[in-house]
């Protein structure tokens, strides 16, 4: 089974991650805006359009009979100026460019609620969350046990499948396969691909939510029948996991034909026993993965209190870097949206890391801060060559996870001390936004923060430049405003020369033009911009601010 890592603040708040980790992506989808799983969550409140409630800061707002573009516009500015987190509306959301613009403009995202669960139920959730973060203390350690005990979880699939002589799974609301029975090998080729991989794909998933499944098994009391899943794949009967009126997952039995009266009795019964479970084995996560959380903050934020907390933890004897790992394709600037799967997905990502690490060192921690996945993996004091070391450990797990989750992975700096475990992070950054960035990754997807310095260099003079509002000045600017004028093309003729080190031959291959050519272009650009090529200091203060240029 694996264990995710949502996010939690240090005052024990619970936040956006935890909250759709919590409710599950089958039962909430994102249809506008970008999830920040860091943001925090202080209330749930339920709006009647016809008595509106106050709303409280941060808080997600379940718009029960919200209809109509203009009303969900309107609403959106009034949870804007509440500093409202989201909006959840009962599916299907169309799409309006009206409500798209008004939920960038307000920030706050709008997710659809599956159809078959109800508002109350969604609530319960909402708040239980709530309040369990609110009441854990922060700052205990923890480890990566799994409460659920999957042991028990699993005769009760073995004793099931006996009864409805059907392999069966036990899945969370985020279809990670909690336990499930020992004769899979009686069930088809895509239950035997979830039960390795120890969740159902997410493609399928999607597939099934799109085609009201769970819509239908969220809302049935009594187990469903579906089949014509895939034409290559044999039926289901599946029977939802609900203890009062919250639902905990869904247990799902491979079939051929509908099941008897006896064996959905069966079924029935079957799930209120794994509902005891889940409730117990979930007041424990709760417990552990939040003291996790607070573990990973309190290490990453550096100076004495990761000083001290290591100690705590008896890492303290040696070494440490810091390896961040973002989803592929995750583009700053450029993703207009996360979905909750994708939330799901890094804190799945988390959980793997945090195994891979404690391989190499038992007291490494993991988890997921903003939509960065962190690892902090201490290094023995007798280690040769640490540097190479963590860039090993770094890579191994960038090349495991490739093909079923494409990541970006920055290994940070070693650091000799605990509370320098901040610059060891600041570092990954650094190099982490080199790796998201199209105009400086050049391909690669895993790196070390030492050899993307330059880069990470030319990303802060470009910041400087952005923060005081200020421009260059000098030849290359002039020149790329003669450019913009005149649509010609010396800034390309000046990049290629530096770029082939002042070699007029490789500068004329390089724009598929004849020498004479080049060296005509260089003259002209030495008469509109004043730059001197002969002069080193020049050469290189024009390159310089090539380089910040294409950052724009």
Request: glycine share 6%; with cysteine; charged share 25%.
């Amino acid at each position: 089974m694996n264990l995710e890592e949502p996010s939690v603040t240090a005052r024990g708040a619970a936040t956006l991650g935890l909250v759709l980790d919590d409710v599950g992506a089958t039962v909430l989808d994102v249809v506008y805006g970008r999830v920040d799983p860091q943001r925090r969550v202080s209330s749930v409140v339920i709006v009647d359009p016809f008595d509106p409630p106050a709303i409280p800061p941060h808080a997600l707002v379940l718009g029960v009979g919200i209809d109509g573009v203009d009303t969900i516009v309107d609403l959106l500015a009034s949870l804007a100026e509440h500093q409202g987190v989201g909006l959840v509306l009962r599916e299907p959301v169309g799409f309006h460019a009206e409500i798209a613009a008004a939920a960038v403009s307000s920030g706050v995202v709008i997710f659809s609620l599956v159809r078959g669960v109800a508002w109350n139920q969604v609530s319960a959730i909402i708040t239980n969350t709530i309040s369990q973060a609110a009441a854990t203390p922060v700052g205990a350690s923890g480890d990566l046990t799994n409460p659920v005990d999957t042991g028990d979880l699993s005769s009760i699939a073995d004793a099931l499948a006996t009864l409805l002589d059907a392999p069966i799974t036990i899945e969370d609301l985020n279809s990670r396969i909690i336990a499930f029975s020992s004769d899979q090998n009686r069930g088809d080729q895509a239950r035997k691909e979830s039960v390795l991989g120890h969740r159902v794909p997410d493609h399928v998933t999607d597939m099934m939510r799109s085609q009201g499944f769970f819509t239908e098994i969220y809302a049935s009391e009594k187990p469903v029948y579906i089949e014509n899943i895939d034409m290559h794949e044999l039926p289901r009967a599946v029977m939802r996991v609900t203890a009062e009126d919250e639902i905990l997952g869904s247990i799902w039995a491979v079939v051929r034909e509908p099941l008897t009266a006896s064996r959905e009795r069966n079924f029935v019964e079957a799930a209120k026993i794994v509902a005891l479970y889940l409730l117990r084995g979930r007041v424990e996560l709760d417990s552990q993965r939040r003291s996790r959380q607070a573990l990973l903050t309190g290490l990453l934020s550096g100076g004495n209190g990761a000083r001290s907390l290591a100690r705590e933890q008896r890492i303290d004897a040696g070494a440490f870097c810091v390896i961040a790992v973002c989803l592929h394709g995750d583009e700053p600037e450029a993703l207009a949206q996360q979905s909750a799967n994708d939330t799901s997905r890094l804190a799945r990502i988390a959980n793997t890391l945090a195994l891979q690490l404690t391989a190499s060192h038992p007291g490494s921690v993991a988890g997921v801060l903003g939509d960065t996945a962190y690892g902090i993996l201490p290094l023995r004091p007798d280690l040769a060559a640490p540097t190479p070391f963590a860039a090993q450990v770094g890579r191994e797990f960038h090349d495991r996870s490739k093909r079923r989750d494409p990541v970006l992975v920055a290994i940070g700096t070693i650091v000799n001390d605990a509370a320098r475990l901040s610059d060891s992070r600041r570092d990954a950054d650094r190099a982490m936004r080199v790796l998201r960035s199209p105009k400086t990754a050049n391909g690669r997807t895993v790196v070390r923060a030492d050899e993307v310095q330059i880069d990470t260099v030319l990303f802060e003079v470009y910041d400087r430049i952005v923060r005081e509002q200020s421009a260059m000045t000098g030849p290359v600017p002039e020149l790329l405003a003669y450019d913009r004028i005149h649509d010609s093309d010396f800034m390309e003729t000046l990049d290629a020369f530096l770029a082939s080190f002042g070699d007029i031959g490789k500068t004329a291959s390089r724009l598929h033009v004849h020498p004479n050519t080049c060296r005509y272009r260089l003259r002209r650009i030495t008469e509109i911009s004043g730059l001197d090529l002969d002069d080193p200091d020049a050469r290189f203060n024009a390159m310089l601010q090539l380089r910040v240029l294409s950052l724009q």
